[in-house]
């Protein structure tokens, strides 16, 4: 019985890794380590590991990339309107770019891509038929439910996903009467994830929510414990505490702060600048966060937002955060210490861009046109922003202006 048993659950776990002949779509990435890719399939309701090559070392060039969409296009022998983007990672130690797509051709049918880019432009397609392994999702949304007529719940199967200490943290949706869900896979792949419910409580509804997923999260060291930092639309900020998160359990995610109502995440990154660490979350439709490390232990240490915002005019609640004018990125991570990798979308000509932009200062100089940029223009004796300028204009592409 014991020795039938034993192999019922070998079994099980075979039949979890083994990947199937095609990913039916690909629209969440992180990477474990530098040459482990982890890519989301809410079609097939699997989570697959892709291994990827590392470069010899790391390019050392920042990303200037004002059109990726048509030359991503050409290489998939599609229209540039045949795209969507659905995600960006970028590997460790290498500044090498992964840019997930959802491709429409003719009839309505789509299928995944996921291209390699390096800051020069080189691009190239990454084989999706050779994922090392793979692990199912085995309590995705109902088929037969969707949101504003024809977007599918099982869409938001997964909505971010972050690996820590050989654990593969992945939110979204699934079948449960709470459907806000944090499941958890050992890596490498060994059998069905665990699965917890979340709910929280949102400051701008004034209510407990239990059905909307996470969007972004990212996992920091708050108070000594290694916890989620995590963001739902519309824009509450929670965190938990990854001990809390057991198969089968039901949990409370602390809400440590509103930060503004009417916008989605678009992507939460952490990095550290001098001894300081930060979290970085950037916004759909308004202006990204910055939040230190410091604020988010006050606000975990405190009891939590159990009140609702003064709205409209007192949009904010909680922690503290700083703004950056980071408007129009649509995803974004941590290109290396000094820089970020955004992509984003031109204003005017709605060309997609892949750009590089510092910490610190969260913007770039090519992108608006004042004071400093007339070529009569003099610095002041002591200017405090003369040198940035200079670094920007070089790091922009531009080291002709960098005077």
Known sequence: MKLTLFCIGALVAAVSQ????????????????????????????????????????????????????????????????ALRFEDLAVQPDSEIAYVALTVRGAKGKTWPAIVRIDAVGKLSRVDLGKAASSASITDAPAADLAFWRDLPAQTLTVTDMRFHQNKLYVAGLSNRSFASTLRVYDYPFSGKAQATTVEMYHPVHNEVETRAPIRSMAVMTIAGEPTLVAAYTCTPLVTIALKDLKDGAHIVAKTVGEMGWGSAPNGLVTFKQGEAEFALLVNSSRSADLLSAADLSAGAAAPGLTTPIDWPSKPYLGVKATMTPLSAVLRIDNLNPQLLLALRRDDAGGNMQLVSIPKGAYLRLSDFVNEYDFPDYKYPEGDKFREFHKYARGLEGYPELAR
Do not use: C, E, H
């Open 18 to 81: 083994a990947a199937p002949a095609a990913m039916q779509s690909a629209t969440k990435l992180t990477f474990g380590d530098a040459k482990t890719l982890f890519v989301a399939d809410w079609k097939g309701a699997r989570i697959y590991a892709l291994p990827v090559a590392m470069p010899a070392k790391a390019a050392g060039k920042p990303f200037n990339l004002m059109d990726v969409q048509a030359p991503i296009a050409k290489l998939l022998g599609v229209a540039p309107a």
